[in-house]
């Protein structure tokens, strides 16, 4: 059975940093390609950023330059380090990890304010 938990979430002032963790079980990590979603409230879901199997990144948009994903295959973990915080980056952060099929954590709370 194919689990993501996360964590590393909490409150930080703005400009702060917070570094989130996502321990996959139950699949063949290295395998698979993983990203990072987030959804403010009252929003959809949303890609913030995007690893493949091979190491590969990507990041979306207003994050570019203050996000970086990250993952180590040894201890089947991905990672999200968050730098210069907003409070619009405000969110549930979701792992997600894909390959043919798609399975989510169950989030961890951010929340940017003074």
């Known amino acids: 059975q194919v689990q993501l938990v996360e964590s590393g979430g909490g409150l930080v002032q703005p400009g702060g940093s917070l570094r989130l963790s996502c321990v996959a079980s139950?699949?063949?990590?290295?395998?698979?390609?993983m990203a990072w979603y987030r959804q403010a409230p009252g929003k959809q879901r949303e890609l913030v950023t995007t690893i493949t199997s091979g190491g590969t990144t990507n990041v979306v948009g207003s994050v570019k330059g203050r996000f970086t994903i990250s993952r180590d295959n040894a201890k089947n973990t991905v990672y999200l380090q968050m730098n210069s915080l907003k409070p619009e980056d405000t969110a549930v952060y979701y792992c997600?990890?894909?390959?043919?099929?798609?399975?989510w954590g169950q989030g961890t709370q951010v929340t940017v304010s003074s």
């Open positions: 139950g699949m063949t990590f290295r395998f698979y390609n």
């Open positions: 997600n990890a894909n390959y043919g099929r798609n399975y």
